[in-house]
T-cell receptor, first 113, second 115 residues
Framework: GAGVSQSPSNKVTEKGKDVELRCDPI?????LYWYRQSLGQGLEFLIY????????KSGLPSDRFSAERTGGSVSTLTIQRTQQEDSAVYLC???????????FGPGTRLTVL | GENVEQHPSTLSVQEGDSAVIKCTYS??????FPWYKQELGKRPQLIID?????GEKKDQRIAVTLNKTAKHFSLHITETQPEDSAVYFC??????????????FGKGTHLIIQP
């Protein structure tokens, strides 16, 4: 079946602009996770959703970051007033339940000029 | 919160030899430990995982061991092949009925298989 998909695959934006990143999880997966991977670094956990709710938002780097999930499926990660340090690959993952294997999407490479 | 340390950052081995990557974690409540392989420009892919009620798990050439007392776990790859060249990440998380905090990842090990 189809895996986790993300769009766009690449996004170049100017400092100060807002960007919206989209994640389509595997059908039937109730848990959805967002991570950030800076160049040559490990993955940094940002936020997770169980259904449409996000129990813990403390992993978001700043109040410029927000995420939502509607209908228990698609999720969007929004970064307002982007800064150069926001440049990274943003990865989404989903799992059948909170306690199961996470499957990653291909990521969105964000470049802030 | 959880902290995961991973060593070495780079590992070069001759084709056919074994490779071992080690990780330590800080939160004794962590009970799920996956390993991901990431090839250049690709998404991370799960290669093996272990839960804290098990001390060792093996899948063909790949094995993972877990020492809960010492809070460390290791990935072992035997008979390495060129296609094993990639960056490997260990991770830890707390899995319970009350919720999950997401995975805390190590910084990765760049495994290079020399022909």
């Amino acid at each position: 079946g189809a895996g986790v998909s993300q769009s766009p695959s690449n996004k170049v934006t100017e400092k100060g602009k807002d960007v919206e990143l989209r994640c389509d999880p595997i059908s039937g997966h109730t848990a959805l996770y967002w991570y950030r991977q800076s160049l040559g670094q490990g993955l940094e956990f940002l936020i997770y959703f169980q259904g449409n709710s996000a129990p813990d938002k403390s992993g978001l780097p700043s109040d410029r970051f927000s995420a939502e999930r509607t209908g228990g499926s698609v999720s969007t990660l929004t970064i307002q007033r982007t800064q150069q340090e926001d440049s990274a690959v943003y990865l989404c993952a989903s799992s059948f339940a909170q306690q199961d294997t996470q499957y990653f999407g291909p990521g969105t490479r964000l470049t802030v000029l | 919160g959880e902290n995961v340390e991973q060593h070495p950052s780079t590992l070069s081995v001759q084709e056919g030899d074994s490779a071992v990557i080690k990780c330590t974690y800080s939160d004794s409540a962590s009970n799920y430990f996956p390993w991901y392989k990431q090839e250049l420009g690709k998404r991370p892919q799960l290669i093996i995982d272990i839960r804290s009620n098990v001390g060792e798990k093996k899948d063909q050439r790949i094995a993972v061991t877990l020492n809960k007392t010492a809070k460390h776990f290791s990935l072992h790859i035997t008979e390495t092949q060129p296609e094993d060249s990639a960056v490997y990440f260990c991770a830890a998380s707390i899995r319970s009925g009350g919720g999950a905090d997401g995975l805390t990842f190590g910084k990765g090990t760049h495994l290079i298989i020399q022909p």
